[in-house]
T-cell receptor, first 113, second 116 residues
Framework: AQSVSQHNHHVILSEAASLELGCNYSYGGTVNLFWYVQYPGQHLQLLLKYFSGDPLVKGIKGFEAEFIKSKFSFNLRKPSVQWSDTAEYFCAVNGGSQGNLIFGKGTKLSVKP | GAVVSQHPSWVICKSGTSVKIECRSLDFQATTMFWYRQFPKQSLMLMATSNEGSKATYEQGVEKDKFLINHASLTLSTLTVTSAHPEDSSFYIC????????????FGPGTRLTVL
């Protein structure tokens, strides 16, 4: 079965630190990959997505992710985090039998001011 | 564009009552809508897939008689939690897929259900 693994459950950083959140997937077909963010008390928002082409994808709010097919990975990065980046981050792949997204368990990011 | 709304945003009900949650695509036609459930501090789990004009497809372990889904039009799907119990308390999120942008899903803001 298709699955998405997010390695870090909770990441705590200070402002201006660099961020990298890991995401690995298991799916043998053509993949579309997504990173979503969920701020406290709010709904899911799309950060970025990869469908094809340049494996380095740039999203909103300074986030980027790199698709490495050989490693089945799609790690999220940001060079310098801000306190406002405190949120839960979900990696997802469109590998469901119904065309649905399969989500990782999420990584909680806490940024200390 | 690609806005999905849910109503209500939160609801509190007594055990044994039924609750209906609406999911609407506001500016596109959603051939498919998905209903997810998110438990506290956990990920989203797919409950069912709803295709306009046909019966919903439920994931294993999801009771179709308890979670009634109706996708009567290309812009509206409803989830009715029948005879709700405290263990049904959760965050229910819908997403909608635009027929023209098949690879993308657009998420609603979610509905927080609390069953007393």
């Amino acid at each position: 079965a298709q699955s998405v693994s997010q390695h870090n459950h909770h990441v705590i950083l200070s402002e201006a630190a660099s961020l990298e959140l890991g995401c690995n997937y298991s799916y043998g077909g053509t993949v579309n990959l997504f990173w979503y963010v969920q701020y406290p008390g709010q709904h899911l928002q799309l950060l970025l997505k990869y469908f094809s082409g340049d494996p380095l994808v740039k999203g909103i709010k300074g986030f980027e992710a790199e698709f490495i097919k050989s490693k089945f990975s799609f790690n999220l990065r940001k060079p310098s985090v801000q306190w406002s980046d405190t949120a839960e981050y979900f990696c997802a792949v469109n590998g469901g039998s119904q065309g649905n997204l399969i989500f990782g368990k999420g990584t909680k990011l806490s940024v200390k001011p | 564009g690609a806005v999905v709304s849910q109503h209500p945003s939160w609801v509190i009900c007594k055990s044994g009552t039924s609750v209906k949650i609406e999911c609407r695509s506001l500016d596109f036609q959603a051939t498919t809508m998905f209903w997810y459930r998110q438990f506290p501090k956990q990920s989203l789990m797919l409950m069912a897939t709803s295709n306009e004009g046909s019966k919903a497809t439920y994931e294993q372990g999801v009771e179709k008689d308890k979670f009634l889904i109706n996708h009567a039009s290309l812009t509206l799907s409803t989830l009715t939690v029948t005879s709700a119990h405290p263990e049904d308390s959760s965050f229910y999120i819908c997403s909608a897929r635009d027929g023209d942008r098949y690879n993308e899903q657009f998420f609603g803001p979610g509905t927080r259900l609390t069953v007393l």
